[in-house]
């Protein structure tokens, strides 16, 4: 078995790197201040009600 070459090392490393700034940068970008009111609007979306018409409502009366 011939041993890996070095520079697998290196390049791993790099892209540990690399992939460790960028998650940083998202979880940065995310807890800005400028963004929070904007989060708030979207959690709240799925508890609101929305008026949806009974028209989809399948009765006995509407089968063939």
Do not use: C, Q, S, Y
Not at 14 to 42: E, Q
């Amino acid at each position: 078995m011939t041993p890996m070459n070095p520079i697998w090392g290196h390049i791993a490393g790099v892209f540990i790197v690399l992939m460790m700034t960028t998650f940083i940068g998202i979880w940065i970008w995310a807890w800005r201040k400028k963004h929070k009111p904007v989060f708030d609007r979207m959690a709240r979306l799925p508890l609101e009600l929305d008026e949806v018409p009974d028209t989809d409502v399948d009765t006995k009366e509407d089968r063939p």
